[in-house]
């Protein structure tokens, strides 16, 4: 039936096809990049906090649990191979601006003039490197918390902080080779037990 049509009135109907496809793409996708932007921003800050974990270390391993030799459990977010120590890393995901120090029993984060208190996460992470130094004794473990989603110190920021935009400053990845075979075995043991 279009073929019949009068071309000019065939040319006005392709016409106003393509403005209905153009109005729509023009509706529809600030709507889906609206909906998708935390998405996005997620998956944004995953694969930053995947880049400084395979910066630290050749190997990991995520989301492990071990006994804390009091009868309980710790949960650490990744175990590394590094390259003078099998590094315990925990992820904070904090926005704002952080205070704190290993001296305080609490943080405090502050966000829109509000703030909340939570506890020193030293005090956590201390438990998880004698999780690890009861499987492995005499290890060299260290450990580092990596705060992401925007946090900030605005005043002095403790050693064992590592954040998203400190990974220019870090050292580039090491190679197998460079871990000491103490380490290495260290690692073998911690594989084995996880």
Known sequence: MLDSLHPLLQEQLNNNYLLAAVLA??????VLLFLLHTQLKSWHQEHNIRKVIRRLGVQSMENIRLPDGTGGEVTIAYLLLGRNAILVVGVMRFEGLIFGSPHTDQWTQVINRRSYKFDNPDHNLQRQINAVRLIAPGARVSGWHLFCHGAKFPKDKPDNILQL?????????PKHNDIPKQIRATWKQLEVAV
């Open 25 to 30: 793409t023009v509706i529809v996708m600030p």
């Open 165 to 173: 935009g400190d990974v220019r400053s870090l050292p580039k990845r």
